[in-house]
């Protein structure tokens, strides 16, 4: 599957951002999906993560309350509402779909994911 995220930008401290992530293929809607970022000199960080059927979702605990993941199966997208952004937010963040399919658990691990969208910036300015 390939993957494409875009929504990103450069907001305020307190502003919202809706991430997209547009997938290719007829496949999609059998793929558990996560995001994941990415600030300079840091290492890529699991933020959300949704299953195929958007059963089981989980979230890293520096964005649990603030942040969404969603899916739209008939849309072949897959969401991250970002609400009360904040400067440490700022990186690149990357949608991305697990190595195996109808997976029931969500992996938070980086390796666990076989695609991986080309990532858009979001910058939280204070």
């Known amino acids: 599957v390939q993957l494409q995220a875009s929504g990103g930008g450069l907001v305020q401290v307190g502003d919202s951002l809706r991430l997209s992530c547009a997938a290719s293929?007829?496949?999609?809607?059998?793929?558990?999906m996560g995001w994941f970022r990415q600030a300079p000199g840091k290492e890529r960080e699991f933020l959300a993560g949704?299953?195929?059927?958007?059963?089981?979702?989980y979230y890293a605990d520096s964005v649990k309350g603030r942040f969404t993941i969603s899916r739209d199966n008939a849309k072949n997208t897959v969401y991250l509402q970002m609400n009360n952004l904040q400067p440490e937010d700022t990186a690149v963040y990357y949608c991305?779909?697990?190595?195996?399919?109808?997976?029931?658990?969500?992996?938070?691990?980086?390796?666990?994911?076989?695609?991986w969208g080309q990532g858009t910036q979001v910058t939280v300015s204070s």
């Open positions: 949704i299953t195929w059927n958007g059963g089981t979702i």
């Open positions: 991305a779909a697990e190595r195996a399919r109808y997976i029931s658990v969500i992996h938070t691990k980086a390796a666990d994911f076989g695609s």
């Open positions: 293929g007829r496949t999609f809607s059998s793929y558990g």
